[in-house]
């Protein structure tokens, strides 16, 4: 069955630094999602992507977040300066279509120090 | 705005006894589609069930049931005969068409043996 793979599975990363999350997902699927979810607490909607461009993002999405696809297969999700707060578990989704499951990829773990 | 509600934070049965989730939502839109997932220790997010605004009927699968009622906007999961596998954290979610995903606060499922 295709599945939504995401690397790194855990990141460290410095105070400051910028980090990208890549995501691979299902390659029929339309639309893509990164959500985080702090530890212990629920999983919270950070941005949709559909035709190359942001359909929807929350108020965390702000600019020091950014996605991309960079190629047809990819789809990243970048923070420019990271702080201590952002440390998370992000998730990467795809769906075909509004309304369709989501399914989700394994997470990467984000410690920031 | 659309909102998902799990009052129960978390839950302890002793293997083989009967539990319900249970999941309250609120939208206003009349074309909506809720979602359960269940994220177990490892982390992942798994998808479990979808159910759309126009089918209330009772849906099972295996020891798993679900019980949609909008009269009570509930959207209800229930595990019959829970083993320790069980043990997760389950999250309903709600989408109404065009919009994102929304998640409940989740439940804790602790299955003692």
């Known amino acids: 069955e295709p599945e939504v793979t995401q690397t790194p599975s855990h990141q460290v990363t410095q105070m400051g630094q910028e980090v990208i999350l890549r995501c691979v997902p299902i390659?029929?699927?339309?639309?893509f999602y990164w959500y985080r979810q702090i530890l212990g607490q629920k999983v919270e909607f950070l941005v949709s992507?559909?035709?190359?461009?942001?359909?929807?993002k929350s108020e965390i999405f702000d600019d020091q977040f950014s996605v991309e696809r960079p190629d047809g297969s990819n789809f990243t999700l970048k923070i420019r300066s990271t702080k201590l707060e952002d440390s998370a578990m992000y998730f990467c989704?795809?769906?075909?279509?509004?309304?369709?499951?989501?399914?989700f990829g394994d997470g990467t773990r984000l410690s920031i120090l | 705005a659309q909102k998902v509600t799990q009052a129960q934070t978390e839950i302890s049965v002793v293997e083989k006894e009967d539990v319900t989730l249970d999941c309250v939502y609120e939208?206003?839109?009349?074309?909506?589609?809720l979602f359960w997932y269940k994220q177990p220790p490892s982390g992942e997010l798994v998808f479990l069930i979808r159910?759309?605004?126009?089918?209330?009927q009772n849906e099972i699968s295996g020891r798993y049931s679900w019980n949609f009622q909008k009269s009570t906007s509930s959207f209800n999961f229930t595990i019959t005969a829970s083993q320790v596998v069980d043990s997760a954290v389950y999250f309903c979610?709600?989408?109404?068409?065009?919009?994102?995903?929304?998640f409940g606060p989740g439940t804790r499922l602790s299955v003692l043996p």
């Open positions: 989704a795809s769906n075909i279509g509004r309304g369709q499951p989501q399914h």
């Open positions: 390659s029929n699927h339309l639309y």
């Open positions: 992507f559909y035709n190359n461009e942001i359909s929807e």
């Open positions: 939208t206003r839109d009349t074309t909506y589609y």
């Open positions: 159910r759309n605004s126009f089918d209330e």
């Open positions: 979610a709600l989408t109404a068409y065009g919009q994102n995903f929304v």
